[in-house]
């Protein structure tokens, strides 16, 4: 059974799933309907080859066509890992010969999976030599007011983007954190970061190129198409922006709609022996400090990639071997092996090989010809920004919505005069909103708490509201970015 600590596979139910005793009848009839519609995919597809002019999709790619639906419908409904969805789908798109064995296997080669494998050794090392806490007793202590602490913690954690891939392994590192304050900390205040933390993980993993594995699966899709990709400074430069205004904008949403004037008006105690537990604080340790500076010398590298021209998953590899040395080292080469989510590189590995299918097929003609009708460029973006935001409602996981939307997103841009690299890049931001249930996103259910009930940190209705509440800002924030300051930045909108 998959456990809220994985850092990939989500929950064993989907939103559509029916939950133990319910009787609801959509719930039980939505999976068997829209099953229904997959057969249709091949007709649908048919029909549309003899309307459309020039665009004759062949058997490849309707199958292609066929098995990308199969594959949706079961990352929407099923309780099969998302995986062994993506691999067995490649798998089938290979024996059906639609793709060469070589497109599934070469991915698990790609700097993009070794990129992954160095940063999360590093991450290991970091989480494990007590750095968080340490950097959380530096910056609260002294601070007497609760909206100053929200807002301080929220871009603490928003720089955690550049420390651990994956939105997961930044919940992990901040939850001990979390639960250092518990003992300080009125309870409604409690509430209040239970939810703040968890959705300024998520709304600023657009900060860094490692901060999902979703922006690495957008990278390769673009490579792949040839297509220019992102370094991580001009990630940096787009996403760090985004990540620090829509974190602090929800980080006051939230902060406004669970207290009131009286309680944000209350004056804090907070002291560095209090957060560790009645212990003073001790002068920062051999094994933090080499710590840190392995961190820091990669994170270096990684933004001055343009100087030096060491690629950044030699960078990674090299920092990892550092973290892991003998000698200099703080953490056991394998033991963090053990730890890297090696089912979110296959993923991504063979989501890749999926979109590679969907493009060499030709399955992208029919999407461009019949998805397209009545959209211009400026309402194309305002789809994208709407679908990849709600999607999270369907398909949970983050890596598993950019392997459905980035393929559809970068064959449909050119058409309406869109810049595909901005568009991946918007939908990926977009996909960033995933607040509506604990189960929409790991970090909701890492720090909802205990599922009896009896430890929640919050209560799924107080999401839920929350959710309704930042839902309009973050779409019209990232319409706002998308049409102005991301082209000010340097990420053109229009071809």
Not at 358 to 364: C, K, R
Request: glycine share 6%; proline share 5%.
């Amino acid at each position: 059974m998959r456990t809220i600590t994985d850092s990939f596979i989500g929950p064993r139910y989907r939103v559509y799933a029916t939950p133990p005793g319910s009787t609801s009848r959509i719930r039980q009839l939505m999976p068997i309907v829209s099953a229904l519609f997959i057969p249709m995919v091949w007709f649908m597809t048919s029909q549309a080859t003899s309307d459309t002019a020039g665009a004759a999709l062949d058997t490849d790619a309707r199958v292609t066509l066929v098995v990308f639906a199969v594959a949706v419908w079961m990352w929407v409904f099923s309780a099969v890992s998302d995986t062994f969805v993506a691999l067995s789908a490649a798998s089938v798109l290979v024996l059906l010969g639609i793709i060469s064995a070589e497109a599934l296997f070469s991915p698990l080669g790609s700097e993009t999976i070794w990129l992954l494998i160095g940063a999360f050794i590093i991450s290991s090392a970091v989480t494990g030599s007590g750095l968080a806490i340490r950097v959380a007793v530096r910056i609260s202590v002294g601070i007497s007011s609760p909206r100053i602490l929200v807002h301080v913690l929220t871009f603490a954690t928003v720089l955690t983007a550049f420390v651990v891939p994956a939105t997961s392994g930044r919940a992990a590192l901040i939850l001990p954190v979390f639960l250092a304050f518990s003992a300080v900390l009125p309870p409604w205040l409690l509430r209040v970061l239970a939810i703040t933390l968890p959705s300024v993980v998520l709304f600023s993993a657009v900060a860094s190129l490692i901060g999902a594995g979703a922006h690495l699966i957008t990278e390769q899709i673009l490579l792949d198409q040839g297509l220019e990709g992102f370094s991580f400074a001009r990630w940096l430069l787009l996403g760090l922006p985004f990540a620090l205004f829509s974190s602090h904008l929800a980080a006051e949403i939230i902060l406004l709609a669970l207290s009131d004037d009286q309680q944000r008006a209350q004056r804090l105690v907070i002291t560095g022996k209090s957060l560790n537990q009645g212990r003073d604080q001790q002068p920062l340790g051999a094994k933090e400090l080499r710590s840190l500076l392995v961190l820091g010398g990669v994170v270096i590298l990684w933004f001055t990639e343009s100087i030096h021209h060491i690629p950044p998953a030699m960078v990674a590899v090299l920092g990892a071997l550092l973290a892991a040395s003998p000698h200099i080292g703080t953490v056991d080469l394998a033991e963090a092996v053990r730890k890297i989510p090696w089912s979110l590189l296959l993923f991504m590995a063979a989501t890749i090989a999926i979109s590679q299918a969907l493009t060499e097929s030709g399955a992208v003609e029919i999407l461009t010809s019949s998805l397209l009708q009545g959209l211009n460029g400026t309402m194309f973006v305002l789809v994208i920004i709407v679908v990849s935001a709600a999607a999270h409602l369907v398909i949970q996981s983050r890596s598993a919505r950019s392997a459905v939307l980035i393929p559809i997103v970068v064959a449909l841009a050119p058409a309406v005069g869109v810049n595909p690299v901005a568009a991946a890049f918007i939908s990926t931001a977009a996909a960033g909103f995933c607040h509506t249930l604990p189960a929409s996103a790991k970090p909701l259910a890492i720090f909802r708490g205990d599922d009896t009930g009896a430890k929640q940190n919050f209560d799924p209705s107080d999401l839920a509201r929350m959710s309704l509440l930042m839902a309009p800002m973050f779409i019209a924030v990232t319409a706002v970015f998308a049409f102005y300051i991301w082209p000010a930045l340097g990420l053109p909108l229009f071809n």
